[in-house]
């Protein structure tokens, strides 16, 4: 039996050891961490639960192609409640309040009634949103393995939005917002996203979320990924723990095994870098690899930026049924990581009573930082470590000050359970910049996917998010499955979707 050695026990290495043993090889996987998950995690402080990732999952459908790998996966399937809020997200700043309903009817209705002078460009926006509905992330195989007819299935299927989405994927989020007049309808388009994405990104959530694609399963992050290691465990993997993996040892055209920093080896047949791009490419392999896409990429910023988030938890003694499942407000200025904001966004976890103790509720925001924000907090940690808890305090309790101005109910309601700067996914992840996504898809990038070989590489593979740009949960779950399909095909044995 050939042996893989996954290094990253992140969604995409648990998806790659899932379906490497159905295919009937024996795999292990080596985690850097105290448990599997990767930036798919969540953790217990105060007596609350922290779920630090998903707030919607595409492929929640199931009618969708992603939604079968979910299932193959033991993430989603019959026994898994599935939430699904009436509206993506509610808007409240100094010139209304507005949602984004998933009834686009309504959505449309609203908007409508709130700026008849933006007809047009409204009707234009649900219009989209109406086509992006119809996608269905590509999850099958690989596009290079796709026969002529589920090649001509495919266009057929996503031929509406290709007519669209070329055009659309030209236009940044800031453009876009310019085809409104009414301030609070520009907000709608610059609220969710960082803004140097292009519009076809939002309408891409939106369009999913609408479908009934984008919903949440119940027990969020640490649901998810409790299942995956239970199907990788019970198919005969093995994930070790605490295995930091530092080097390779070569042979010819191929690697003889991964080096740890606990100075043990392991060798296999196969290796697989599920770990962030920038660890396979910065630490791991020959600083002489010559490697086009992600060289590329991560050193044109303006063209392939990323992004992370300051995440603030805070406990709220106080029912909390009134506020919607994700809020964006506007408030009065506020200091982080050297910049000034004047937007909070709100993440309420009111569908998940058990993440708080009885009679309490949990909130979790996120403040968009960006690769220089992720310098600022990686110099103060360190280099000044006490300055660095101070600032994440100090952006904490401007952040609760804000909450208690625009809900007055909530006054002396408020402390915090935990803070996340973006250092802390580098720390514990290894994220470049501390981005848990990939690269942003702005409007000047090309739009490509990398297969996950390495030239000169024979038996090495990665996989991950930054394979397929945005990255995203879907894109590091189908990207382990698709490097295992590839490995397959490379060496002429049968790929098992189920297990034998
Ligand atoms: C706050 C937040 C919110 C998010 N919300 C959503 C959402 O709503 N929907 C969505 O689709 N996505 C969301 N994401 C993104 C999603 O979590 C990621 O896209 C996905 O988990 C990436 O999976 P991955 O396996 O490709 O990479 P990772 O999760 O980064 O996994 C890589 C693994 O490799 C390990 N590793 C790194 N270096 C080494 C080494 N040297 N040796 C051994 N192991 C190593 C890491 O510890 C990690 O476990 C969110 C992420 C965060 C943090």
């Known amino acids: 039996m050939k042996r893989i050695a996954i290094i990253g026990g992140g969604i995409a290495g648990l998806s790659a050891g899932i379906y490497a043993l159905k295919s009937g090889f024996a795999c292990d996987i080596y985690e850097q961490h105290v448990f599997a998950g990767g930036q798919c995690t969540s953790w217990k402080r105060k007596g609350f639960h922290i779920d630090n990732c998903v707030h919607w999952l595409t492929g929640t459908n199931p009618e969708t192609q992603m939604y079968q790998v979910w299932k193959e996966l033991h993430v989603l399937g019959d026994e898994v409640e599935i939430l699904q ?4 997200l509610h808007i409240e700043s100094e010139h209304g309040s507005l949602d984004l309903w998933q009834d686009t009817q309504r959505m449309r209705r609203e908007l409508l009634a709130l700026s008849p002078q933006d007809a047009v460009a409204i009707n234009d926006f649900v219009d989209q949103i109406d086509i992006y509905k119809g996608m269905d992330m590509p999850a099958l195989k ?37 085809r409104f007049k009414h301030p609070l309808l520009q907000q709608m388009i610059l609220a969710y996203m960082p803004h140097t994405y292009n519009i076809s990104s939002w309408l891409f959530v939106l369009g999913t979320f609408c ?17 995956m290691i239970q199907q990788f465990e019970a198919l005969g993997g093995t994930i070790h723990t605490r295995k930091k993996a530092t080097s390779f040892t070569y042979g010819k055209k191929c690697i003889n095994s991964i080096v740890f920093s606990d100075s043990t080896t392991a060798s296999a047949d196969f290796y697989i870098a599920a770990c962030d791009a920038s660890v396979t490419f910065h630490q791991l392999l020959h600083k002489d690899i010559n490697e086009k896409f992600f060289a590329t990429r991560f ?47 709100l993440k309420n976890f009111v569908n998940e009573p058990e ?26 940690y360190q280099h ?8 994440k305090a100090h952006i904490a309790a401007q952040i609760i000050e804000r909450l208690e101005q625009h809900y007055p109910s909530l006054k002396g309601k408020l402390s915090v359970v935990e803070t996340v700067s973006p250092y802390s996914f580098n720390r514990f992840c290894g994220a470049y910049k501390g981005s848990y996504m990939s690269f942003i898809l702005t409007p000047y990038a090309k739009k490509k996917s990398h297969k996950g070989y390495i030239k000169g590489i024979k038996n090495l593979y990665i996989t991950g998010q930054w394979l397929q740009p945005p990255g995203g949960l879907p894109n590091a779950a189908v990207t382990g499955k698709f490097t295992i399909q590839r490995l397959c095909r490379a060496i002429k044995v049968p790929f098992n979707r189920i297990s034998k």
């Open 85 to 88: 809020n009436p509206s993506f």
């Open 142 to 178: 690989p596009l290079e393995q796709l026969s002529l007819k589920e090649w001509w299935q495919l266009l057929k299927k996503l031929r509406p939005i290709g007519k669209i989405h070329g055009k659309l994927s030209r236009i940044s989020l800031q453009a876009y917002a310019q």
């Open 211 to 227: 479908s009934g694609n984008g919903a949440l399963p119940k027990g969020g992050s640490e649901g998810m990924i409790s299942r």
């Open 299 to 345: 050193i044109d910023k303006k063209l392939h930026p990323v992004y992370s988030s300051f995440n603030t938890y805070i406990a709220v003694d106080a029912d909390t049924s009134f506020i919607a499942d994700t809020t964006w407000i506007t408030c009065s200025p506020y200091q982080a990581a050297g910049k000034s904001h004047a937007s909070i966004l």
């Open 355 to 380: 993440y708080a103790p009885e009679g309490k509720n949990i909130f979790q925001t996120l403040l968009v930082q960006y690769e220089d924000d992720f310098d600022f907090w990686s110099d103060l």
């Open 384 to 391: 000044h470590p006490e300055k660095y808890k101070q600032e």
